[in-house]
């Protein structure tokens, strides 16, 4: 998975990831400043942008196609507080894998 390259679709008007996020009470939301949900990952760059033709090529120009290795993918969840991944594994459909990180020990950091 560490050397794997990923494609992620991010927006151009506020920066924000695909991401899915499960529907959720209040008292389940993020904290502040972190997003939650599962980054959405692509194995292919035409599979990112087949799945955002299909789905929503009505804000398909507002969408800008990011590539990221596995090992860049830890730091980059951190940041923007994702609790997992979505990996797309047919975009017309679509199928995703959903992965969610193992709890880390604060303690450790």
Do not use: C
């Amino acid at each position: 998975m560490f050397s794997q390259v990923y494609y992620l679709l991010r927006s151009k008007i506020d920066g924000q990831y695909l991401a899915a996020r499960p529907r959720a009470d209040a008292a389940d939301s993020p904290p502040s400043g972190q997003t939650g949900g599962f980054l959405m990952l692509f194995a292919a760059d035409h599979e990112a942008l087949s799945y955002l033709n299909t789905h929503g090529p009505d804000v398909a120009d507002r969408f800008a196609l990011e590539s990221v290795s596995g090992a860049r993918l830890g730091g980059l969840m951190d940041r923007w507080g994702f609790e997992g991944v979505g990996i797309v594994k047919d975009p017309l459909i679509p199928q995703v894998d959903f992965l969610r990180r193992a709890p880390s020990d604060e303690t450790l950091r």
